[in-house]
């Protein structure tokens, strides 16, 4: 099993549309948790950290479900900007190196008019 | 500079020839990565340094590939004796410090296509 799952999509919604995503992760001591946002052929860039109560910004939320072991994020209203890859990122205590990031394998979002 | 700065940005180069990708991190931070990405793959642990040492030198795909890192700043990845397997685009990320919880930041990645 992988340590981070993400359906890898596409998700094709019409503009205006709310769409979420999951990630799951195995490590049940994964301890933060980030969503980066990576358009096509650009690098990666950080969208949101995670955090236990959940977040908002704007018109994106994110939650984390311990228990289940999974971490989501929520769009309201899309637009087209918001066609991109989503990465979901978790971070496990002690780990360094390699592990101090493991990246998702990203979910592909395609907004349409 | 204000990011993560890469260059070249784009590099043709022929099959067997060496080539040498230049990161420059975010001033300050002490812990640097370097990672490839293929067309519509995931990204792809290659190495990663704090300050001048590389502590984790285990996504390196081969022996033709090595990094070093001076002043704890400027990284060079080399490739040497390129194959066509190769071709993908490389990105370093940078952060203040290693550990879990870190939030890294990217450089616009250097593309290399070997023909």
Known sequence: ?113 | GAGVSQSPSNKVTEKGKDVELRCDPISGHTALYWYRQSLGQGLEFLIYFQGNSAPDKSGLPSDRFSAERTGGSVSTLTIQRTQQEDSAVYLCASSPFSGSGNTIYFGEGSWLTVV
Not at chain 1, 23 to 49: G, H, I, V
Not at chain 1, 71 to 82: A, E, Q
Not at chain 1, 103 to 112: A, E, H, I, N
């Open chain 1, 1 to 113: 099993r992988k340590e981070v799952e993400q359906d890898p999509g596409p998700f094709n919604v019409p503009e205006g549309a709310t769409v979420a995503f999951n990630c799951t992760y195995s490590n049940s001591a994964s301890q933060s948790f980030f969503w980066y946002r990576q358009d096509c052929r650009k690098e990666p860039k950080l969208l949101m950290s995670v955090y236990s109560s959940g977040n908002e910004d704007g018109r994106f939320t994110a939650q984390l479900n311990r228990a289940s072991q999974y971490i989501s994020l929520l769009i309201r209203d899309s637009k087209l900007s918001d066609s991109a890859t989503y990465l979901c990122v978790v971070t496990s205590p002690g780990d360094t190196g390699r592990r101090a990031l493991t990246f998702g394998s990203g979910t592909r979002l395609q907004v349409q008019p």
